[in-house]
């Protein structure tokens, strides 16, 4: 309970922002029109996509009818298991990254904006923090500044960054890191590479010869594809996901900004249609506000229902 209620303190922001009005709608009120029409607006305008919005509403309609449920409290915990269970759907979502076969390499991905090298020194810092060898690779050649940002956060884990200069090739950059962690005997390797537009094809390219150079030497047994998506954005991230897919087989994906965005429901199409595994989520600024995305505790921590 201690860690589900540290989940739901730092669910506050997206609660006042987004469920709190689903919320508030099973408290009180009457089984209307009104009450029908609200709760359709609440889920399209939180970004849970058209299609699961219509396929509640009719599920809740029938729950209510078939039970003989009078008022909507009734229907709160029943739309609570609806949601965690349209997510526990995808095979993986929410489980951590496994260390069965190591070094476990991590090819991070996604836009400018993203949250994506953050993100990576917060996973450098969790493994850390469990007692984990951990390498990280700056293949973000582009910036200069961008191999300055994860040489800080390896600099706080205690964790080797694997660097060349500014222009250099982003896949021998991955080749030298592979090189290092498997000689370290190291338990991961985080791979950070450009942020990318995903309409860009010749930065696209680039991802895929990283890829092509990481599954060579790494083997798809330890090669988990991580796209970090914006959780601020809402559809639009479901729409970068599914270009990034078409271009590299995306295994996992982290959400990032969650505490901060007015389009909760993400999560849902995401499930719905990519039909990858949400890892973790960001539900903060500190090295240690990467948390394990667990469905059946952050769909009662967002309906305000005790697990």
């Known amino acids: ?40 607006e609440q889920l399209i305008s939180g970004d849970t996509g058209l299609d699961f919005t219509e396929e509640a509403v009719d599920f809740l309609k029938n729950e209510a009818k078939r039970k003989g449920i009078k008022d909507p409290s009734g229907l709160k915990e029943i739309f609570t298991a609806k949601i965690t269970s349209e997510l526990e759907s995808v095979p993986g979502m929410g489980q951590p990254f496994s260390l069965e076969h190591t070094p476990l390499v991590l090819l991070m991905a996604g836009v400018n904006g993203s949250g994506k090298t953050t993100s990576a020194g917060k996973l450098a810092s969790m493994f850390t923090r469990q007692g984990k060898h951990v ?18 956060w390896g600099e706080r884990s205690g964790v080797r960054v694997i660097a060349q200069g500014q222009g250099s090739d982003p896949a021998a950059v991955s080749f030298d890191a592979w090189k290092a962690a498997e000689s370290s005997r190291a338990d991961v390797l985080i791979v950070d590479t450009a942020g990318r537009l995903h309409d860009k094809h010749n930065l696209m390219e680039e991802l895929k ?40 087989p995306v295994t996992s994906i982290i959400l990032t900004k969650y505490d901060n965005t007015a389009k909760g429901g993400v999560v849902i199409p995401i499930a ?10 960001g539900l903060g600024e500190g090295a240690d506000d990467l948390d394990t995305f667990s469905p059946s505790d952050f769909a009662s921590a967002l309906m305000e229902v005790n697990p």
């Open 1 to 40: 309970m201690a860690v589900f209620a540290k989940l739901r303190e730092k669910l506050k922001g997206v609660r006042e922002k987004w469920s709190s009005g689903i919320s508030r709608l099973f408290s009180s009120g009457k089984f209307d029109a009104d009450f029908w029409d609200n709760l359709e």
């Open 209 to 248: 010869k990283i890829h092509r150079v990481l599954l060579r030497e790494a083997g798809s047994e330890r090669l988990e594809v991580v796209l970090v998506l914006d959780a601020v954005l809402g559809q639009n991230s479901v729409a970068q996901a599914e270009t990034f897919n078409a271009i590299i």
């Open 272 to 281: 719905r249609k990519l039909h990858i595994p949400v890892r973790y989520i």
């Open 135 to 152: 390498v990280m690779a700056a293949a973000d050649t582009f910036r200069a500044a961008a191999t300055e940002q994860l040489k800080v």
